[in-house]
Each structure stands twice: as structure tokens, then as C-alpha cells.
């Protein structure tokens, strides 16, 4: 079992930025690729980026590269999500999920399905 605890959310301004963080309470957290979704009202959990185990790849929804950067410090069992330029559509519960190693390198490294442990969720909020 792997539980994950987010922090870093709160109210900011348009063009503001953020830095998310996950903690990971697991020995073998390099075994693990990590990702963050998030959840607007309404809508359904989606994906934002997904790092993998060695922190060497990386993939990002289209709506997010170049504003959003997604690392991790194993050494930390710590994942974060660096957001920049933020916009009012950015305005979410992000959650971190980790899921199999694999998980980057292929077509389901989008999909919710594909993580096994989540957080609790941290809101982000944006005003305009």
C-alpha cells in the first residue's frame, strides 16, 4: 500500500504560479511512475503529466506543456508539478497517482485506470 499526501494548493492570481508537492510513503518509490490529474467542478479527473521511476521521461497533456513541469526527487520520495502563467481554467482539485513503472511508455499513461494509489487531492484555485 502507498499513500500519498499533496500540499502546495491555494487561491492565486492569474499569470501567478504554483508548485505542488506529493509525498509518497513507500521504500520503493523509484519503482513507481507518478503523475498528476486534476479535477475541475463538474467535470471529470484528468490527466496533467506523468514522470517515470528514474525521473528521466516525461509527458504532458497538450493543454499544459511549456506552462506545467512535472519532477521528482526520489531521494525525497517527493514528486512536484511547477505551474506557471497560471489561468482561471487551471482552477482544480490536483491529485497525484502512482502507478506501474510502464505506465509512461505506453497509451494508457493518460487514463485514471492506470494508477493504483491516489492523495487526497490539493485545490488550486486561480482568479481572474
Known amino acids: 500500500q502507498v499513500q500519498l499526501v499533496e500540499s502546495g494548493g491555494g487561491l492565486v492570481q492569474a499569470g501567478d504560479s504554483l508548485r505542488l508537492a506529493c509525498v509518497a510513503s513507500t521504500r520503493t518509490f523509484s519503482s513507481y511512475a507518478m503523475a498528476w490529474f486534476r479535477q475541475a467542478p463538474g467535470k471529470e479527473r484528468e490527466f496533467v503529466a506523468v514522470?517515470?521511476?528514474?525521473?528521466?521521461?516525461?509527458y504532458y497533456a497538450d493543454s499544459v506543456p511549456g506552462r506545467f513541469t512535472i519532477s521528482r526527487d526520489n531521494a525525497k520520495n517527493t514528486v512536484y508539478l511547477q505551474m506557471r502563467s497560471l489561468k482561471p481554467e487551471d482552477t482544480a482539485v490536483y491529485y497525484c497517482?502512482?502507478?506501474?513503472?510502464?505506465?509512461?511508455?505506453?497509451?494508457?499513461?493518460?487514463?485514471?485506470?492506470?494508477?493504483?494509489?491516489w492523495g487526497q487531492g490539493t485545490q488550486v484555485t486561480v482568479s481572474s
Open positions: 514522470i517515470s521511476g528514474s525521473g528521466g521521461s516525461t
Open positions: 497517482g502512482a502507478g506501474s513503472s510502464m505506465v509512461p511508455f505506453t497509451t494508457e499513461r493518460n487514463l485514471v485506470t492506470a494508477y493504483q494509489y
